[in-house]
Nanobody
């Protein structure tokens, strides 16, 4: 089992950057594929980015390609999401998630979720 705690959210302006972190408990962080999802007000939770256990493979939703970078540090049990060139449409609660069955864009493949961190981008 793993517990996930996100941090790094906040209120920023269009074009600014933020780095989200997701700290994982437990000794088996490197066994999990990891992902970031987001949920805007009144909308469903949606996939943002995912990374395999080693960090060697990543996948992004089209709207964040070239602006967001997912990475992980298995020695620190931490997942990151570097978000650059932020836009108002990036405003959402961001969740990290861990999967024992690989990684990808489908939320039901993830076994554990954090509580979320709010990101608000003003225009």
């Amino acid at each position: 089992q793993v517990q996930l705690v996100e941090s790094g959210g906040g209120l920023v302006q269009t074009g600014d950057s933020l780095r989200l972190s997701c700290a994982a408990s437990g000794r088996t962080f490197s066994s999990y594929g990891m992902g970031w999802f987001r949920q805007a007000p009144g909308k469903e939770r949606r996939f943002v980015a995912a990374i395999n256990w080693s960090g060697g493979d990543t996948v992004y939703t089209n709207s964040v390609k070239g602006r967001f970078t997912i990475s992980r540090d298995n020695a620190k049990n931490t997942l990151y999401l570097q978000m650059d060139s932020l836009k108002p449409e990036d405003t959402a609660v961001y969740y990290c998630a861990a999967s024992l069955s690989g990684y990808g864009s489908t939320s039901y493949n993830y076994d554990y979720w954090g509580q979320g961190t709010q990101v608000t981008v003003s225009s």
